[in-house]
């Protein structure tokens, strides 16, 4: 099996085939399946669109060709995620269903035999992920956060203490980045 299409990225297109016939006896429809060099952090995307009809059509799968060349296109990322995204062509196509409920928890374990919550990924992103350009500082207790875009106000309320932040443009510096908290 020719596994990259040239000599430095995988054929996903060809993998695609393949993991269709193995996992899912060839019902996923013949979508595009493309490398998406905009992508930075997510590792997939599932496009679909709604029919007239309301049904759900799968329509094109992405893959993040920054995020996955950063890493060295390690194969078994490259299909881990090849599969999650057609797990959610699948789920669309068949049950017109979206999102990662039971249903796609339930087919990610049938094929991957791994029980867990296959909601996120955990590659390095650090390579590929948006530098902070601005840094929002409270004045009362010191605590701060990075921003990617320019935020929309100059200054906000700090829910932890209430107080004020204020907006500089710039990173957060090396000694304080410990301590933002991402989520």
Known sequence: MRIFA????????RMFGELNELHFNSEIPAIPVVWNSRMTTTAGYCRYRRCSIGNLTPYKIDLSLRLFESNGFQIEEVKATLI?????????????????????????TRITGIRKNHR????????????????????????????????????????????????????VPTEEKSRIKIF
């Open 84 to 108: 999650h995204e057609m797990v959610h062509a699948y789920l669309a196509h068949k049950h017109n269903v979206r999102g990662h409920g039971p249903m796609f928890q339930r087919e990610m």
């Open 120 to 171: 996120c990924h955990n590659y390095d992103t650090s390579a590929v992920a948006r530098k902070v350009r601005y840094t929002a500082v409270c004045v009362k207790c010191g605590y701060t956060y990075g921003y990617k875009r320019k935020p929309k106000y100059s200054s906000y309320i700090h829910r932890g203490c209430d107080g004020k932040m204020t907006i500089k443009a710039g990173d």
């Open 6 to 13: 040239d000599e430095s990225r995988p054929n996903i297109t």
